[in-house]
Structures are given as C-alpha cells and as structure tokens.
C-alpha cells in the first residue's frame, strides 16, 4: 500500500483532484489522470498534458500601468490532448457514468512509474467486459507518453471498436475567482499541421504570440485482426480500430511529443526519429525502463518509516510527484504546481531553491546542480531587470517567470520580493558546500554571487553605521512592502558575505578567471570591500521588549489580527480580504522570520529563536502550503516535539487528502519538498556547514524506526534512527567525518557506526 495510490471505487467528486494525484510526469512532459473515455457532459474537468517551459507571452492588462510594471507574462499552455480513447461494444460506448460498475480499481505505483485502471463493466444492454488501462511518461525517452489498453470480453460481444483521437482544439484551465489560477488568455495554442503520413498521424500547433511549435507524432496498434479506418479532421486525427468480440486483445497508442525549443524547428521529423528509435520496445519493454529508473532514484530518496503506513504512502507520493516535476534540461526548472495542472501558471518561484532543491542536493546532486544551471541561464535577464527597476547594477531575479522574464503584475508581492535574489544565492552556496565543487564555484556560482551582491548595496543604505534595505517584501505575502524584513536581511547579509569569500577563494585558486571575471562585469576591489561592510553592518530588527527579531521596522506595532472574527476554516484569508486589510494586522501568510531562524540559525541565540518561534506560531495562518514544513523544522530544533510531528502530518498528506481544496489545480510541491525537509532537517536535525554536516537526530516516538541517505561529497550515507540508537553506514564513498550530537565521528566504509541514544 505504501508504494501506491489506489481507489477501489469511483468518487465523482474525487475525481478533479485526482486528475492532479495521478498525473503522470518526468520534468518535461506532463499528462493529468484524466479517464481516456472522459467523464459524462456535466462533469467538470480540467483535461491536460504540458510541456514544462512551453509556454506562451500573453499582455498583461493593467488599469494603471506604472514605470517598468512587466508588460508581458508567459503561461505555460495545455497541449495536444492524445489522451483520449473509445470503446464501443456492439455499439454502446463505454462509460464509467452509464452501465454498472461490477468492479473497479485505480492505482498509481510509485515504485513502477505508471498509472492504470482495472475495471469489470456492465453495459445498459448487459455486456460486459474487464479493461485494464496503462499509462506512462517515460523517464528515459522523455517525449513518450504512452497508454496501453487491454479489452477481456465477459459475455459474448460480436464488434468491439477501439477510436483513437488525438485533438488540438485546446485551451487553458481559467478561474476568475481564484488568484491563484489565470483568468484570461485560455486559448493560445493553434493547429498549424495535422496530417497523416506512413502509419503515423500527426498534430502541430503554434502558440499565438511566442510562434513556438509543439508536435505530437502517435503510432497506435491492436494485437489481433481488425479492420481500420483512420480520418483526418481540422483540428484531430481519429482512428478506428473495429475488432471481434471473441477474445482478449490489446492496443497500443505511443505519442511522442516534442517542442520547438528542445527539438529545434523540424518538431515533426524529430517526433517520428524518435518513433524508430523506440520501435522495437513493447509496452512491457518501457515499463521495465521506467521501474529501472525509478529503482535508482529510489535507491538515494526513499525515507523509510516503521509505524504509520499513511504517513509514509504521503511520503512516497511527495518525492514521487517532485521527481516527476523538476525540469531536467536547461530551459526549465519546477513549477510551483509541478506538470500536474495549472495553477501559477506553469511559474518558477522561489519554491525552488528554499523547498524543493535541497531535497535534490541531498540525494542527486546532478539534478540539483542542472536546476541551478536554469538560473545561471537566466542571470542576464535578472541583471537587465535590476536595471529597469533603476539600479545602475546587479542582478534581480524575477519573483515568478518561465523564460527569466518578470511575470508578475501584482508586484507588492511579486517584484518586492527581492528576497529571491538572495534565495538563489543560498541555493548556489548550499550546493558548493555539499559537493565541494570548485569548478563550479568558479564557472557560476561567483557571477552569481557577484551579481547578488550587487544588488543588495543597490537596494540598501547605510544609516547610523547600520545597513538597511527599505521598501521590499519578505516570504509573508500578508504583510508587504516594508523597511528591513528580518528574513531578507538576513539573507542578504549572507549572499554579500559568501560573495566577498567566493571572491577570495577565487582569487587564490584561479586568479586567472577571477580577471576574467572581474572585467567581463566590471567588478571593483571596492565592491567586493563594500560587500563586507554593508553585510557586516546589516541591520537585523530586534524588539527590545518582546526580546525576539521583528518581521520588519512596523510589524510589532500594528494591531494584532482578531481570528475568533475572521471565521476559521472558510479558505485562506487572502480569497476573502482586500490585501491592505491584512497588510495593517499582525497576521501571517506563512513562515518568514522562524524560515530565516532555520536558514540562518548561527545568526540568533536559542532563546531569541525559541521566544520568535512562540510569537509568530499564534499569528501565522498557514494559508501557504510553504509553511508548515519549516514550523515543523524549527519544532523539532526546539524540542516542541508534539508540535514537529502535528506540523509534519500537515506536509505529508496536503494533496493525498486536499487539505487546502485546491489539490485539483495542481499539486503544492514545494510542500511536497518540506516534507523531505521536516524529516531530513527537522527529525534528524541535518544542518549543512563550511566544517561538514551535522545530525541531531530525534526520532517521532509515533515511529519504531526512520530511514534514509544522504548523498555528501560524493559520498551516500544510510541513517537509521531508532527509539534506542542511530546506525551510521557509508555505503557508497571514502571515510567520511561527521558531527552527531555535538561530536565528531568517522564513518568508514562496510562499517556500521552505532551510537546509542
Ligand atoms: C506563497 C509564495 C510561493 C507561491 C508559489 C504563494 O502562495 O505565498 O511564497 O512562492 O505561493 O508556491
């Protein structure tokens, strides 16, 4: 159970959100778990396949538009649909909403990469028959999604027709009352080709404005004699497929997509190349690929627990669906929504570097290192947005964005959250630490290191010996556009600190690409000195009186918000009041001080930490899904463990059990992310440092055991934790030292360290 999702019966009001939980993805394409035979006309659904980055540049209408407002946005575009596939017997289509249901089942596995549906049905006239569908998005061939179908006839069935569609007529997902989702601009997608030629039929389509092209090339078969007609419509290509009733028989249908801006402009010819390279492999072949690779990656992420199935499915399922969504090549990153819907739009966020890479650094470094690449591609970009919001340097990376271009409109909590440049600082610094890897310190890291830096003495001042940065907006999008947010300060602080060392190390091991450097982006001496003063002189907000770190110069004198009046419980406040309303309280959208307390722990004593995680606990809504993993982590720092573990279960079933009753716009993946981090970080106490790595580990005393790896320094290191012990086992590496609880120990390799509690 705990390898796989499963229904065993159908919930028609289940079956939105499902689309999002069984959709299947590899970081390139995504297709949501709609039903091949779709649902009956009333029924609401949001059908749909994407291609992470594909995307399309739509105007964005302001009714003020003010000085260097973004003029356009990108939003990722809902693609061909070739999910779809009919079944007639003798006839009578099949549905699941008409007929009866005799028995059914749908399951997800996690370990095996597919999806599939085992369903004994009972048409209105009586015949009856077991369908077994398959699906899958390869992670090897990355283009294919591919669906397999097994009809068993029950009672005798003279003609069964199997009609394949593959359509272009699609549009985009719009909810004009939720924020969080678009509300305009569904239709940007049009066919431009759609032809048949040898045995393939094939659909092109161009966006409307960007002009890129996205193909989709499908081969289908049946394994037994059948008659065939295929047709080719406007918008569509449809094949019939009309076989005998009298035995079992399985069709095939493999769609190959590709994108103009991965594959070039031939998108068509790349998609039947494709085709022949992957001819020869059966349905049984690819899924043998998929498990292969799912194997691996299992190897390094899995996080095994002993005591609560549920708890663990909802691990799985997080790091299942984070795998399926990080973009792996250089155009793309992870939407916030993964490719299992729309919501956001298909954006990359912060999400990223702060949730949902360390999770990579820590068990595929590879992955995380090319995520980090996506930034480094995008770094002209950020230095041309730093200039048109009127900084004579630096680089200011877009608050959401696909291409690297700024998307958001609403900037006090889009542009003003500068933060980001400093978040993807971090993340280039995190990586450095745990691989050690010089090169790349010194091919990006430093740029964007520099860069960064940069900005932050553009942004900031020095005022009575103090460096202060005015006017931005921290993690807390319920309180915007302030002066010194503790979180941004002291991210900033860090990034201009780690510049001026990454400079220094530069210098020493390669002066010759420092110079290179330095003059490709006319770096001074006497930046880099002023980096040290503005980061050493960093003004972190402090109150006196509470004796814990202000969110921000106003935040602890505004009224404190009145919950009891807010009514609990009917959605998140920022669907219900005005912005300006919450920006007057002391009300918290998600973790932004206590983030900062985990980030950047060496920066504050315990008891500051303690008595600031206590204030914002009683103020702080949780109505993003970004927060409860980094509560949970700072619970279990403090010894709130009761409190860890309340938080944790918030994170590891969010979507299974669509707490948020959003699930069905797509999957919260950063939270997907924390849950990895609430148990890495949080239960095991994992803090990365110059020195090496750290664990405090504390198991849940609702677990026997916990398990999992750390991938470190080229190292793989397996963790188990007991009620009465820790197991330390090198097993992929040289020796290795590490600090637990305080004290050094060496790990060696087919040597188990047990240390007891
Ligand atoms: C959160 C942001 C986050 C975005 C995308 C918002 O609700 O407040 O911090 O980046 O969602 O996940």
Known sequence: ??????????????????????????????????????????????????????????????????????????????????????????????????????????????????????????????????????????????????????????????????????????????????????????????????????????????????????????????????????????????????????????????????????????????????HKEIKKETFEDLLKKQENYLTDYWKKADIVIDGDNKIQQGIRFNLFHLLQAAGKDEFSNIPAKGLSGEGYEGHYFWDTEIYMNPVFLMTNPELARSLLLYRYSILDYARQRAKEMGHAKGALFPWRTISGTECSAFFPAGTAQYHISADIAYGFIQYYLVTGDGEFLKQYMAEVLFETARLWIEVGHMYQGEFRIDN?????????????????????????????????????????????????????????????????????????????????DSFLRKARWDFEKSDEGKGALLVRYHPLTLYRYQVCKQADTVLAHFLLEGEEDLETIRRSYDYYEEITTH?????????????????????????????????????????????????????????????????????????????????????????????????QLEKDQVTYSLTEGDILSITHCGEKQELHPNQDLVIPN
Request: hydrophobic share 35%; aromatic share 12%.
């Open 1 to 274: 159970m705990t390898w796989k999702i499963t229904n065993q019966s159908l919930d028609n009001h289940q079956l939105l959100v499902d689309e999002s939980l069984f959709s299947l993805a590899n970081g390139y394409l995504g297709v949501r778990g709609n039903f091949e035979e779709g649902y009956s006309d009333k029924m609401a659904s949001i059908r749909g396949a994407y291609i992470n980055a594909f995307h399309d540049e739509t105007e964005i209408t302001y009714g003020e538009k003010l000085h260097a407002f973004p003029e356009t946005q990108q939003k990722i575009l809902n693609i061909i649909d070739s999910q779809t596939v009919l079944l007639y017997l003798d006839g009578e289509r099949f549905s699941l909403f008409s007929g009866e249901i005799l028995s059914y089942e749908r399951n997800l596995h996690m370990d095996k990469g597919y999806g599939e549906r085992i369903i004994h049905w009972k048409s209105p006239n009586g015949k009856e028959v077991v369908l077994h569908f398959r699906r899958l998005v390869s992670f090897v061939t990355k283009e294919l999604f591919a669906i397999d179908l097994e009809v068993k006839p029950v009672t005798p069935v003279e003609k069964i027709e199997i009609v394949s569609i593959v359509e272009g007529d699609v549009s985009n997902f719009v909810d004009k009352s939720d924020p969080r989702v678009a509300s305009d601009h569904a239709k940007r997608l049009f066919v431009s080709e759609v032809y048949e030629h040898e045995h393939y039929h094939i659909l092109k389509a161009t966006t409307y404005s960007s002009k890129f092209d996205v193909a989709c090339v499908t081969t289908t078969n049946v394994d037994q004699n059948y008659s065939y007609k295929s047709t080719v419509k406007k918008t569509s290509t449809e094949e019939v497929y009309e076989v005998s009733g009298d035995s079992s028989f399985r069709f095939t249908k493999l769609n190959i997509y590709t994108d103009t801006m991965r594959h070039g402009d031939n998108v068509v010819e790349q998609g039947i190349k494709i």
């Open 472 to 552: 931005v907006t921290g993690p807390d999008e319920y309180t915007c556009i302030v002066n010194n947010n503790y979180y941004t300060n002291a991210m900033a602080k860090h990034n201009l600190l780690w510049a001026e060392k990454a400079y220094h190390i530069l210098k020493e091991t390669d002066p010759v690409r420092l110079t290179e450097l330095t003059e490709s982006i006319h770096l001074t001496a006497e930046e880099v000195r002023q980096w040290k003063v503005a980061g050493m002189a960093m003004y972190l907000p402090f109150d006196q009186e509470l004796r814990i770190n202000a969110q921000d």
């Open 623 to 719: 109505d993003s899904s970004l927060s409860y993993c980094i509560f949970s982590i700072m619970a279990s720092k403090l010894g709130y463990s009761e409190k860890a573990y309340q938080y944790f279960i918030e994170t590891a079933r969010l979507d299974l059990d669509n707490t948020h009753s959003n699930t069905k716009d797509g999957l919260h993946m950063a939270n997907m992310g924390g849950t990895w981090l609430a148990i890495v970080f949080g239960f095991a106490g994992l803090r990365i440092a110059e020195e090496g790595i750290t664990l405090r580990p504390s198991l849940p005393k609702q677990w026997r055991s916990l398990q999992f790896s750390l991938s470190y320094r080229g190292r793989l290191v397996r963790v």
